[in-house]
C-alpha cells in the first residue's frame, strides 16, 4: 500500500516543549504514512540544551540556524548552520545552542520509524514518534 506524499509546513504545525528551553515540530511520522523514517525540526532558547541520551538507530542531525555544540561520545564539537551530523546507533550523545543570546534550530532525522530515545541520567527510553502522539509506544 502507498501512502499520499506529503508537504509539511512547520509554522502551521504543533510544536512540542521538551522543557529547558527546548520545542520539537514532527515533521514527517508514521502519522502521515511513513514507514521507514521520522524526522522534524527542534528549536532551542539561547544557551539552551538536551539531555544526554542514544537512539537505536542511526541519527543525522543538520544546524538551520545558529551555533552548536554537538557532544558526541563525550567529544564537543562546535557547528554553525548547515553543518551537519551522522550519529551511529547507541552513541551518547545531545546538542547545546552555543549562544547565550540567539536561537538555534536543527533539522534531524531518524533511520526507523521504531526509533527510541533513552536518557542516559535515567535509563528511560521512549519511542520518539509516540512522544509526539503520532504512534502507540
Known amino acids: 500500500m502507498t501512502s499520499a506524499a506529503a508537504i509539511f509546513r512547520p509554522k502551521e504545525l504543533k510544536t512540542n516543549d521538551r522543557g529547558g528551553g527546548a520545542r520539537t515540530t514532527p515533521l514527517v511520522t508514521s502519522g502521515c504514512g ?8 527542534t528549536a532551542f532558547d539561547p544557551g539552551a540544551a538536551i539531555g544526554l541520551h542514544k537512539h537505536n538507530c542511526e541519527e543525522s542531525v543538520m544546524v ?6 554537538a557532544e558526541i561520545d563525550g567529544v564537543q564539537y562546535h557547528l554553525e548552520a548547515n553543518d551537519t551530523t551522522w550519529i551511529p546507533a547507541n552513541v551518547p550523545h545531545r546538542f547545546i545552542n552555543a549562544s547565550d543570546n540567539k536561537p538555534m534550530r536543527i533539522f534531524w532525522i531518524y533511520a526507523s520509524i521504531d526509533a527510541t530515545r533513552t536518557m542516559i541520567a535515567t535509563g528511560d527510553t521512549r519511542t520518539i514518534d509516540a512522544e509526539h502522539g503520532k504512534a502507540a509506544s
Open 64 to 69: 538551520l540556524e545558529g551555533t552548536a555544540i
Open 34 to 41: 511513513s514507514t521507514s523514517m521520522i524526522n522534524g525540526i
